[in-house]
């Protein structure tokens, strides 16, 4: 491999490609474009962002982020219905502390993001798990289990899904605001690949229904900018704002992250937000091509996967018999891993899965793990 390329800076062996990883290459961090925001926001002689902030984010900030979205987004985003935060981890452990209590029943989908299920896990919840299609979350069967159960909350990631890649579609999106809204239940939608589509645009993100049922839908800055930043937002409906901007963390500590936000401001006025989402689309859209081409050629015909359509990720299917585990150890001595489909079940199911991503390496690499990787399942299928 060209030894000029820039390697992913992160804790790794060396030689080993992680296809598993979902987080930006170094080479996708806009070091130079934030260099200059920050010039732009700390030579204006304004201090106010180094005080304590709004509690629900310095509302200069959340009027320009709520142009940004709207500009993005098929509806206008009102600035009084977002509240910001230090991105959506910080969120679902902000949302656990102030409308859960341990032993309470959260639906959450199989598969779901394995570190929001370590998220609630550290919250004590009881889960309870939702089927999901190729069209997203399986609304019959979340009606169906809402019969008996009366969750606190449910946990969604309607567009470009960590790990399944699927987008629920327009019609169960209206399903699903339909249900919460008859049965009281909050739905929580971490819309976090939202602004990340590689063909068409996707359906609208769920925060456009937040005043028509109880809904916080979470963006973050982590995945189109840069997730050292610790920044993201709440898009709900007022009355949630106010709820959550009374919170005693807020109240004593003022808002989550004003410095960020002001320098993250200057990003978006001097329009580096809008140009570095179009780059990462270029980029990651050739970086799919390429993969999936070398997974089609080195993966067993049995390994079924669609092209992904945005986000992060390909969620590869093997048949049922088949455990990934079981050649993840003959995998990392070959130089290359994955993260197998049991991590994004809190039953440890989905077994004959594997979640890989295209965000971390370029396509040299790409295609060097896809080929390492094909390898060692052959060798394992024919033990
Ligand atoms: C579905 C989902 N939610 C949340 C996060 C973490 O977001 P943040 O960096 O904003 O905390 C990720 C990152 O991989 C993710 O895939």
Excluded at 247 to 273: D, K, Q, R, T
Aim: some cysteine; glycine content about 6%.
């Amino acid at each position: 491999m060209d030894s000029n390329q820039t390697l992913p800076q992160i804790d790794l062996p060396l030689d080993l490609i992680h296809l598993g990883i979902g987080q930006p290459s170094s080479q996708l961090l806009p070091i130079k474009e934030m260099e200059k925001a920050a010039i732009h926001c700390l030579s204006k002689g304004n201090n106010f962002f180094l005080a304590y902030g709004e509690e629900r984010g310095n509302s200069n900030f959340r009027e320009t982020l709520a142009g940004f979205l709207s500009a993005q987004y098929p509806n206008k985003v009102d600035p009084g219905q977002l509240l910001i935060t230090n991105g959506n981890s910080q969120a679902l452990d902000f949302i656990c502390t102030l409308f859960t209590s341990p032993g309470d029943t959260v639906l959450v989908e199989e598969p779901s993001y394995f570190l929001a299920l370590k998220i609630f896990a550290d919250h004590k919840l009881n889960l309870i798990s939702i089927p999901v299609d190729d069209n997203g979350i399986v609304t019959d069967v979340l009606k169906k289990k809402l019969e008996t159960l009366t969750p606190t909350f449910l946990y969604t990631i309607p567009t470009y899904h960590n790990p399944a890649s699927v987008t629920l579609s327009f019609k169960r999106r209206q399903e699903l605001v339909e249900i919460c809204a008859k049965k009281n239940l909050l739905m929580v939608a971490d819309e976090v690949y939202h602004l990340l589509n590689y063909s068409d645009d996707p359906p609208p993100p769920m925060g456009t229904w937040s005043n028509q049922c109880p809904l916080i839908s979470l963006g973050s800055f982590s995945k189109i900018m840069a997730p050292g930043l610790r920044l993201g937002w709440m898009h709900t409906s007022v009355d949630l704002v106010r709820k959550m901007a009374g919170s005693g963390l807020l109240v004593s500590g003022g808002g989550f992250n004003p410095f960020v936000s002001e320098i993250v401001n200057s990003a978006i006025c001097l329009g580096f937000l809008n140009t570095h989402i179009k780059r990462l689309k270029t980029i990651y859209s050739q970086r799919i091509k390429i993969f999936c081409t070398q997974l089609r050629m080195y993966l067993p015909d049995q390994a079924v996967f669609k092209v992904p359509k945005g986000g992060y990720f390909i969620w590869v299917k093997f048949p049922d018999s088949i455990d990934t585990n079981d050649f993840r150890k003959a995998a990392q001595e070959q130089n290359v891993d994955f993260y197998p489909g049991s991590f994004f079940s809190y039953k440890k199911g989905l077994k004959n899965y594997m979640r890989l991503s295209f965000a971390f390496y370029d396509e040299e690499f790409l295609a060097e793990g896809a080929r390492r990787l094909g390898k060692v399942i052959m060798e394992n299928e024919n033990h």
